[in-house]
């Protein structure tokens, strides 16, 4: 399994991005995908996730209202449509993906854990200016 995450950049504060997610290599589609972030001196925390066979879907707390995960138009791919963007949101953005565990996150409504995603793709960095 391969992920592939694309879409960060630079942009000032209020402006979008969209994050997007490729993943290769499932048989099926009964896999979730995972949004983390991780700046600079934290630890990296899961923001968002959903479940690829039926759309279900989580948002954290902190990007609610601002964040939207979703199915991309491409099969296997998922996006993250960031907006009202705020310097707090300046991380490394990571996507991953999971099997079983992962959807309890989405059943109990809790932030993705990285210890249920066995599949991470490289980061891809959001800079926010003020």
């Known amino acids: 399994v391969q992920l592939q995450a694309s879409g960060g950049g630079l942009v000032r504060t209020g402006g979008s991005l969209r994050l997007s997610c490729a993943a290769s290599?499932?048989?099926?589609?009964?896999?979730?995908i995972g949004w983390f972030r991780q700046a600079p001196g934290k630890e990296r925390r899961g923001i968002a996730c959903i479940n690829n066979s039926d759309g279900a879907t989580y948002i954290g707390s902190s990007v609610k209202g601002r964040f939207t995960i979703s199915k991309g138009s491409a099969k296997n791919t998922v996006t993250l449509q960031m907006n009202g963007l705020k310097p707090e949101d300046t991380a490394v953005y990571y996507c991953?993906?999971?099997?079983?565990?992962?959807?309890?996150?989405?059943?109990?409504?809790?932030?993705?854990?990285?210890?249920?995603?066995?599949?991470w793709g490289q980061g891809t960095q959001v800079t926010v200016s003020s």
């Open positions: 290599g499932f048989t099926s589609d009964n896999y979730q």
């Open positions: 991953a993906a999971g099997r079983y565990a992962a959807i309890a996150d989405i059943v109990r409504n809790t932030p993705p854990s990285r210890v249920h995603y066995d599949y």
